[in-house]
């Protein structure tokens, strides 16, 4: 897809140790807990084998694996993360790669073990928040079994709080080191999800599920009632058989033996700017003035 986005920093690049996986079983099994059963996923702490560290002298961030407590073999998955404006008291999301490949990490072998650095966050002095999920993995060729979402806030530069009791956060809130050029402060600052974008806002998942309906009854009127004037093509003429899998027109024929409707990932480029995801097709939408959710660009491509 031409949206797509690279990650800050290397990857890890260590051949026989971590596969990237790409089947489609495994990105199916990710969207039971990314987006498609619940708008919100519960998010647990990091706490595990992976987590969000801070170099010693420079206090540069990094999402790391700790191989000495890598008991089974586990699929990390980047979902994106964002950065907090003080000045502003808001989060935003920092560009990342929309789909990030699932990297399998392996146990080590006897005398191998060492930290090893999966995500390289900006070298910026910002307060962060990561999210990643971490699946248990199958058997190669078996998808993996339901993730678990993991969010760590973390301060980012060479200077750090004394202290981060400074009471009970209000709803809503979390207490944080927020970092500047020379000092540090503890704050509390908004709870990151939403502004974030790693929330599907409930307007929206209730605007797509009613679009799915219209495409499985495949009415074009009432797939029209959905789309931004002028924005989408609806055709109702097969596409040739070695190409049917892409396009930009929502196409009839295709909607009965190929679209997918589960929500594989999303993307929240603004308030009012949502990408969705699936294992067929990429959604646009937009929220008008008036508060309602239009699409206003159709993808069909495949994962690939």
């Given at each position: 897809?031409s949206?797509?986005?690279?990650?800050?920093g290397?990857?890890p690049k260590?051949?026989?140790r971590?596969?990237?996986?790409?089947a489609?079983?495994?990105?199916?099994?990710?969207?039971s807990a990314?987006a498609?059963e619940q708008?919100?996923?519960?998010?647990?702490?990091s706490g595990?084998a992976?987590?969000v560290r801070?170099q010693?002298?420079t206090?540069w961030?990094s999402?790391?694996v700790d191989e000495?407590?890598?008991r089974?073999p586990?699929n990390?998955l980047?979902r994106?993360?964002?950065?907090y404006d003080?000045?502003?008291?808001h989060w935003?999301q920092?560009?990342w790669?929309l789909?990030?490949l699932?990297t399998r990490?392996e146990?080590p072998?006897?005398?191998?073990i060492?930290?090893?650095v999966?995500?390289?966050?900006p070298?910026?002095?910002?307060l962060?928040?990561?999210?990643?999920t971490?699946?248990?993995?199958?058997?190669?060729?078996?998808?993996s079994?339901t993730?678990?979402?993991r969010?760590?806030i973390?301060?980012?530069?060479?200077?750090?709080c004394?202290d981060l009791?400074?009471?009970?956060?209000?709803?809503g809130?979390?207490?944080a080191?927020?970092?500047?050029k020379d000092?540090?402060e503890?704050?509390?600052?908004p709870?990151?999800?939403?502004?974030?974008?790693m929330?599907?806002?409930?307007?929206?998942?209730?605007?797509?599920d009613q679009?799915?309906?219209?495409?499985?009854?495949?009415k074009?009127?009432e797939?029209?009632?959905?789309?931004l004037p002028?924005?989408?093509?609806?055709s109702s003429?097969p596409?040739?058989?070695k190409s049917?899998?892409y396009?930009?027109?929502?196409?009839l024929?295709f909607l009965?033996?190929?679209f997918a409707?589960?929500?594989l990932n999303f993307?929240g480029?603004?308030?009012?700017e949502?990408?969705?995801?699936t294992g067929?097709?990429?959604?646009?939408?937009?929220?008008?003035?008036?508060?309602?959710?239009?699409?206003?660009?159709?993808?069909d491509k495949?994962i690939?």
């Open positions: 897809m949206d797509r986005r690279n990650l800050p290397p990857r260590r051949p026989g971590f596969l990237i996986w790409i489609a079983a495994l990105v199916c099994f990710c969207a990314a498609s708008t919100k996923p519960e998010t647990f702490p595990g992976i987590s801070r010693t002298k206090g961030a999402v790391q000495t407590m890598l089974r586990v990390f980047l994106g993360f964002c950065k003080p000045d502003k008291r935003q920092v560009p790669h789909l990030g699932p990490l146990p072998m006897p005398g191998l060492h930290p090893l999966l995500v390289n966050l070298q910026e002095i910002s962060f928040a990561v999210y990643w971490e699946a248990g993995a199958a058997p190669a060729g078996h998808g079994y993730p678990v979402w969010e760590q973390v301060t980012s530069g060479p200077v750090l004394e009791h400074i009471g009970p956060p209000p709803e809130m979390v207490a080191c927020v970092p500047f000092s540090a503890a704050r509390f600052v709870r990151p999800d939403e502004e974030c974008g929330i599907l806002p409930e307007s929206l998942k209730k605007t797509y679009l799915t309906s219209a495409l499985a009854a495949g074009i009127p797939i029209e009632m959905f789309c002028g924005k989408i093509k609806i003429a596409r040739p058989e049917r899998e396009g930009q027109d929502i196409n024929p009965k033996n190929g409707k589960e929500i993307d480029i603004s308030p009012t949502f990408l969705i995801r067929t097709t990429a959604l646009w939408f937009d929220k008008t003035a008036d508060g309602k959710w239009k699409l206003v660009k159709w993808l495949p690939e």
